[in-house]
T-cell receptor, first 114, second 115 residues
Framework: SAVISQKPSRDICQRGTSLTIQCQVDSQVTMMFWYRQQPGQSLTLIATANQGSEATYESGFVIDKFPISRPNLTFSTLTVSNMSPEDSSIYLC???????????FGPGTRLTVT | AQKVTQAQTEISVVEKEDVTLDCVYETRDTTYYLFWYKQPPSGELVFLIRRNSFDEQNEISGRYSWNFQKSTSSFNFTITASQVVDSAVYFCALSERNTGNQFYFGTGTSLTVIP
């Protein structure tokens, strides 16, 4: 399975600011995913990021609010822009294995917006 | 409509008791995959098992076992002789071929094992 790291692991930010979360994988992967998990809730897919193409956003998520970069096959970033307290969540990146059957998750970034 | 339903929001058991976490899914795809993940308080999602739609054999891994029944669209997870370290939120998930293997997560079951 892939080993995934995320930075930062947690942060406390002021409303109106932006935070960029990094996701690094120890092997090359085609598909990377970004999820949000609001307190006490399940995971919600924000977007799918393929290397070399624009990210595909799920309903309710827009690029202006959550811009994503995917510069190569081992790295991606998610920016949470113009943050409000409602953005306080755990943000997780995941990767799909080459068989396309399983997803492995990073440790998550715990974001608190004050 | 919710594709994955975990009706049990919270469960508490005393250590060494057995506990079953329920998962019911909905799909029209003939090729799909079912998963269980564990999320301890640290927040990281830990992959536990994957099952494909063509394999209804039950699986046992140590104290963990899974019962997959297509007839009832269920994929239940049993922990035998529970331990305090089993305390976590457990998520069931579905991945369908027709939707490019997008994952649909249930709402999770929070398990507390009381020493």
């Amino acid at each position: 399975s892939a080993v995934i790291s995320q930075k930062p692991s947690r942060d406390i930010c002021q409303r109106g600011t932006s935070l960029t979360i990094q996701c690094q994988v120890d092997s090359q992967v085609t598909m990377m995913f970004w999820y949000r998990q609001q307190p006490g809730q399940s995971l919600t897919l924000i977007a799918t990021a393929n290397q070399g193409s624009e990210a595909t956003y799920e309903s309710g998520f827009v690029i202006d609010k959550f811009p994503i970069s995917r510069p190569n096959l081992t790295f991606s970033t998610l920016t949470v822009s113009n943050m409000s307290p409602e953005d306080s969540s755990i943000y997780l990146c995941s990767v799909e294995d080459w068989g396309g059957y399983e997803q492995y998750f990073g440790p998550g970034t715990r974001l608190t917006v004050t | 409509a919710q594709k994955v339903t975990q009706a049990q929001t919270e469960i508490s058991v005393v250590e060494k008791e057995d506990v079953t976490l329920d998962c019911v899914y909905e799909t029209r795809d003939t090729t799909y995959y079912l998963f269980w993940y564990k999320q301890p308080p640290s927040g990281e999602l830990v992959f536990l098992i994957r099952r494909n739609s063509f394999d209804e054999q039950n699986e046992i891994s140590g104290r963990y076992s899974w019962n997959f029944q297509k007839s009832t669209s269920s994929f239940n997870f049993t922990i035998t002789a529970s331990q305090v370290v089993d305390s976590a939120v457990y998520f069931c998930a579905l991945s369908e071929r027709n939707t490019g293997n997008q994952f649909y997560f249930g709402t999770g079951t929070s398990l507390t094992v009381i020493p």
